[in-house]
Antibody, heavy 121, light 113 residues
Framework: QVQLVESGGSVVQPGRSLRLSCAAS????????MHWVRQAPGKGLEWVAV????????YYADSVKGRFTISRDNSKNTLYLEMSSLRAEDTAVYHC??????????????WGQGTMVTVSS | DIVMTQSPDSLAVSLGERATINCKSS????????????LAWYQQRPGQPPKLLIY???TRESGVPDRFSGSGSGTDFTLTISSLQAEDVAVYYC?????????FGPGTKVDIK
């Protein structure tokens, strides 16, 4: 079945780096744009970043621009989020999500369960 | 950047009654070339990832009960649950996908009265 499984979340000190992964299965990963969306504890959804199906286009939220990098390896069916200079306000559950169609100008109908990142000294 | 707002923050509705949630974008999300509003609605139950309910402002996602409907165009949108069921207790978010960053609204919590 169509599935997204995130991993890599952990407790990390402020200023350090962390890489999240999202393993896709059950669909042709290379045909879809992919997003990262996060949710701080008890808070709402915050869109983080998107990457086009071929990796040629990337966009970021202002809150993470210059610190986070989204990437993908279509040969491994995996999406990544490289996070650096982490701050306490980056503490959240990070979900990966897939759009309905190839374009990233679309709603997301497939979501992973998420991986928790805690930034704390 | 487009800012999304929602109202109310929360509402409590009796079982079988109608629930209405409003969403407003700071600029139009209507793409004139295809006359589509790039607006989605999601439901998030506690401990679960979001679930897509509505896209293009009014198109119901496959498998979503027909008591959920979306309306609106341009900057003003509405999600209606025509007859609230117990399983509809959740937080509901709108999202614009017209222009990155693809911002979400702050959410509306729906409870049973």
């Amino acid at each position: 079945q169509v599935q997204l499984v995130e991993s890599g979340g952990s407790v990390v000190q402020p200023g350090r780096s962390l890489r999240l992964s999202c393993a896709a299965s059950g669909f042709t990963f290379s045909s879809y744009a992919m997003h990262w969306v996060r949710q701080a504890p008890g808070k709402g959804l915050e869109w983080v970043a998107v990457i086009s199906y071929d990796g040629s286009n990337k966009y970021y939220a202002d809150s993470v621009k210059g610190r986070f990098t989204i990437s993908r390896d279509n040969s491994k069916n995996t999406l990544y989020l490289e996070m650096s200079s982490l701050r306490a306000e980056d503490t959240a559950v990070y979900h990966c999500a897939r759009g309905r169609i190839q374009s990233y100008y679309d709603a997301s109908n497939i979501w992973g369960q998420g991986t928790m990142v805690t930034v704390s000294s | 950047d487009i800012v999304m707002t929602q109202s109310p923050d929360s509402l409590a509705v009796s079982l079988g009654e109608r629930a209405t949630i409003n969403c407003k974008s700071s600029q139009s999300v209507l793409y004139s070339s295809n006359n589509k509003s790039y607006l989605a609605w999601y439901q998030q139950r506690p401990g679960q990832p979001p679930k897509l309910l509505i896209y293009w402002a009014s198109t119901r996602e496959s498998g979503v009960p027909d008591r959920f409907s979306g309306s609106g165009s341009g900057t003003d949108f509405t999600l209606t649950i025509s007859s609230l069921q117990a399983e509809d207790v959740a937080v509901y978010y709108c999202q614009q996908y017209y222009s990155p960053p693809f911002s979400f609204g702050p959410g509306t919590k729906v409870d049973i009265k």
